[in-house]
Structure formats: structure tokens, C-alpha cells
């Protein structure tokens, strides 16, 4: 398959995919997600495909979040369907999927890109990754389910310090509060995604898909993603997000004043 902002491979019944957006630290712009819905709609009815593992391009980042300088005049209404677009197609389709994603982060996996990290049913790091949801520097909050999703993976607490603080955590920190599955050295990344596909694909197929969905379906009895989507439209409205927007681009430090 032929795309402008990934690369795509399938190798012994394994989907490799990686983002290749290298000079944006592989922000997710919409046309990255509209390739990567398309490429996870392909794993889905592959029946050659029996896991992907999903990487982001170059030494420094997984993927530094969605992109900022392509959503920065919007407004809450548009800020709301951009949520749900990229849900619908592609966070809660990696979640939905039958066939294990396994996120392999090489650097900074930030925003949008822990909360694609996090929709993967599977995570490895690298031991140098930077990890963090740092969408209330910019007046905003995780838009791609990364209230949900960290929630659930490293509890109420952790997850709110983490989103409300915006502090980056490392590989080790990460591991401790379970955040990935495992660290390893960067060269045994990919090495440790292989080794785990490989054991799943000697297990029985619908047996695997339906154990991923019994136990994505343990968590999806609520509507905080609703909540979630309907608070991040409203923060595009605040004065703060045009300010949070303004400084990211200006490369300096922003002043909010809460409204
Ligand atoms: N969107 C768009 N461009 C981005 C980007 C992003 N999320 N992250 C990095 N880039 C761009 C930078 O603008 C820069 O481009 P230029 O060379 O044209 O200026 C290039 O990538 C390299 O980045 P830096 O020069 O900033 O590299 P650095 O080493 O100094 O810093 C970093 C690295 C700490 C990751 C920093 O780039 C950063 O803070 N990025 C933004 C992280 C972020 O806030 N992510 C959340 C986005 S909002 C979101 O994801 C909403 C949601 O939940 C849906």
C-alpha cells in the first residue's frame, strides 16, 4: 500500500506500520488519520494479517501529538468533530480491532500520540521515550480518548496528576505505573513486538480477537468519552487555547488568564 504519511508492510503475516512525518515529530494531521483509518480498515480484513506493530519514523519521536498548526483556528464545534472523526476511524478502531496492535515507542509519544500509543492493545518503549498529555499547556485536554484510556491503565489518581500537571514521564516511570508493558534498549524495539506477535499468532485466531474485545469491553460501559469529546470542543472556545496555540508557534512561554 502506497501512502504519503506512513509506511506499510506486511512481513510474516505481521502489519508493520510506521508514521512518516519525521520533520513534525509525526504529528497526526488528517491526512495521517485518514491513512491510518484506511491502513487499520486493511489489518482488519486481511486475512493475512495477524497482528501490526505501529512506529513512529526517526531516532526522536512515536508521534508528538495531533497537529497543533492545522487545528488552530478552530472552534469548539469543529474542535468537538475532529475528536469524533478521529475516534470513530481510528483510536477506538486500533481498540476494536480483532488483530493486537502492538504500539512500539521510540521517542516522545505525547497528546494524540500516547493517546494512540494507549488505543493499541499493546505497548513497548524504548528506554529513552518521553511520555505525556500535555494538551492543558495548550488550553486543551486529550481529545483521543487519553482521559479514558489512561485512566484505565494506570488509575484515577496517576491519570489525573498526569493530565492536569502536563509533566512527561520516562521509560522507567512508565513501566512502574504500567503505563507500557515493557522497556527495552531502542534496537530490541521492534525485536520485542516480533517476539510477542509471534507467540499470538500460534494461538487460535477468533479465540485471540475475542479476548481482545471481552476485555476492551470491561471498559466501555460509560460516556466519559462523550464528556471527553464534548469538554475538548469547548476549550477551543477559551481565549487560553488561542493564547497555548499562539505560544507553541511563537516558541515561547504563554500567559493564561482563564477565560
Ligand atoms: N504539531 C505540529 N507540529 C509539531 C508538533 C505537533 N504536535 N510537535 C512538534 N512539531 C513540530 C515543531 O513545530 C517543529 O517544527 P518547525 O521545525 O517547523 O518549527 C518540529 O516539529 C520539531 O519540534 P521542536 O522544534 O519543538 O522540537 P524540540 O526537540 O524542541 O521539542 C517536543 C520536542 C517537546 C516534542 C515539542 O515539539 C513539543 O512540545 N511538541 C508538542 C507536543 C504537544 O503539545 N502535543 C499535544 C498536541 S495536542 C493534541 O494531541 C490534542 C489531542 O489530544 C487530540
Not at 34 to 54: C, N, P, Q, W
Not at 55 to 70: N, R, S
Not at 201 to 212: D, E, Q, S, W, Y
Amino acid at each position: 500500500m502506497e501512502y504519503q504519511n506512513l509506511i506499510s508492510t506486511v512481513k510474516e503475516n505481521i502489519l508493520y506500520v510506521t508514521i512518516n512525518r519525521e520533520k513534525a515529530l509525526n504529528a497526526l494531521n488528517k491526512d495521517t488519520l485518514t491513512e491510518l483509518a484506511d491502513v487499520i480498515a486493511f489489518a482488519e480484513k486481511s486475512s493475512e494479517v495477524r497482528g501490526v506493530i505501529l512506529t513512529g519514523a526517526g531516532e526522536k519521536a512515536f508521534v508528538a501529538g495531533a497537529d497543533i498548526k492545522e487545528f488552530s483556528d478552530y472552534n469548539g464545534e469543529q474542535g468537538e468533530e475532529l475528536a469524533k472523526r478521529g475516534n470513530q476511524n481510528v483510536f477506538n478502531a486500533i481498540e476494536g480491532s480483532s488483530k493486537p496492535f502492538i504500539a512500539a515507542i521510540n521517542g516522545f509519544a505525547l497528546g494524540g500520540g500516547l493517546e494512540l500509543a494507549m488505543a493499541c492493545h499493546i505497548r513497548i518503549a524504548a528506554d529513552n521515550v518521553k511520555l505525556g498529555l500535555p494538551e492543558v499547556t495548550l488550553g486543551l485536554i486529550p481529545g483521543y480518548g487519553g482521559t479514558q484510556r489512561l485512566t484505565q491503565l494506570v488509575g484515577k489518581g496517576k491519570a489525573i496528576e498526569l493530565i492536569t500537571t502536563a509533566n512527561m514521564i520516562n521509560a522507567e516511570e512508565a513501566e512502574r505505573i504500567g503505563l507500557v508493558n515493557y522497556v527495552v534498549p531502542k534496537t530490541d524495539l521492534i525485536p520485542k513486538a516480533e517476539e510477542i506477535l509471534n507467540t499470538i499468532k500460534l494461538r487460535a485466531p477468533l479465540a485471540v480477537a475475542a479476548a481482545i474485545k471481552s476485555v476492551v469491553a470491561s471498559f466501555n460501559e460509560t460516556d466519559g468519552y462523550l464528556v471527553e469529546t464534548q469538554q475538548f470542543g469547548k476549550c477551543f472556545d477559551t481565549d487560553d487555547f488561542k493564547e497555548g496555540v499562539a505560544a507553541f508557534v511563537e516558541k515561547r512561554k504563554s500567559v493564561f488568564v482563564g477565560k
